[in-house]
């Protein structure tokens, strides 16, 4: 979760909320500014700047002051011609609409490759190569991504287990065992029930994978690895969570092909010898789609 999520939902006294406003307006000076000069500049106190930042999860203000700016350069670097959360109106012609969607979602692309690490990555996909079974915990449209990977997964003899009933996703601790990989997916990183299977999981020693929005959040505490996600939209003020779900469904794409290649051989045949098992009678006259006899 950003700070600036962070904000919309704690209870900031007006001295903070104050110390707060000036931090922001003056988001590209505070970088050299000490706590003692924030202070001043505030007319308050450096006991009220360090409370603000502990308020906000940090042990201080130098710690808080280092992931702000970070913050700051990362939501300066894309989407700044478009809005995220309402990108057309609906006065708008359906071709301007169509740009903004396509722009967007080549935003939302570039957006997420910019927050992949490589050895944190690598992490991840020798967790999935580890395991035998890997789960998947996930709600509502990401729950729909995630049936998406395990038919990819599938077809090259990867076993992929999704709880597929809302509201049963607890259940899914009768199943994994130690040493098991569970990904889960869930933009805020603050559903309750996710974060008590985590934690459940964890203890079970599970190998945890979380896909969620930068920044802190409860879900994140029990991950062996963090992979982040677009973050850009609201929870829930938006049309559609567009670049959300397009940040979800690359990164499952990253997770499956980097394990695909592990073994490539193997699983391109494997993929082509069940898709030609699976596909009997899927044919075309379109050159660009003909298979090879």
């Not at 969570?241 to 499956?256: A, F, H, R």
Request: charged share 25%; net charge neutral; aromatic share 8%.
């Amino acid at each position: 979760m950003l700070i600036e999520q962070k904000l919309e939902q704690i209870k900031l006294s007006k001295v903070q909320r104050d110390v707060m406003n000036y931090i922001i307006h003056n988001k590209y000076n505070i970088g050299d500014m000490t706590v003692k000069e924030v202070a001043k500049a505030t007319y308050t106190s450096t006991t009220t700047v360090i409370r603000l930042a502990q308020k906000l999860g940090y042990h201080g203000y130098e710690e808080f002051k280092k992931d702000y700016l970070d913050e700051v350069h990362y939501l300066d670097s894309h989407f700044n011609h478009i809005d995220v959360n309402y990108p057309f109106q609906g006065n708008e012609p359906i071709q301007r609409i169509s740009g903004k969607i396509t722009q967007l979602t080549i935003e939302a692309m570039q957006d997420t490759l910019s927050l992949i690490e490589h050895d944190t990555l690598q992490k991840a996909i020798q967790y999935m190569r580890e395991s035998s079974t890997i789960h998947i915990a996930a709600i509502s449209y990401n729950l729909l991504l995630a049936q998406i990977f395990r038919l990819d997964m599938m077809r090259i003899g990867k076993n992929i287990n999704i709880c597929d009933l809302a509201g049963e996703e607890m259940f899914l601790q009768g199943v994994v065992h130690k040493g098991d990989t569970v990904i889960f997916i869930s933009y805020s990183g603050q559903i309750e029930k996710l974060c008590i299977l985590a934690k459940i999981l964890k203890q079970k020693e599970a190998n945890i994978i979380v896909i969620s929005s930068l920044g802190d959040n409860e879900l994140k505490r029990y991950a062996d690895v963090c992979l982040n996600l677009s973050t850009r939209e609201k929870l829930y003020s938006k049309i559609k969570g567009y670049t959300n779900e397009y940040s979800v469904k690359l990164w499952l794409d990253i997770l499956y092909s980097c394990y695909f290649a592990l073994e490539y051989d193997k699983n391109m045949k494997t993929r082509l010898s069940h898709s030609k098992s699976g596909e009997i009678g899927r044919t075309s006259q379109v050159d660009v789609l003909k298979e090879e006899a």
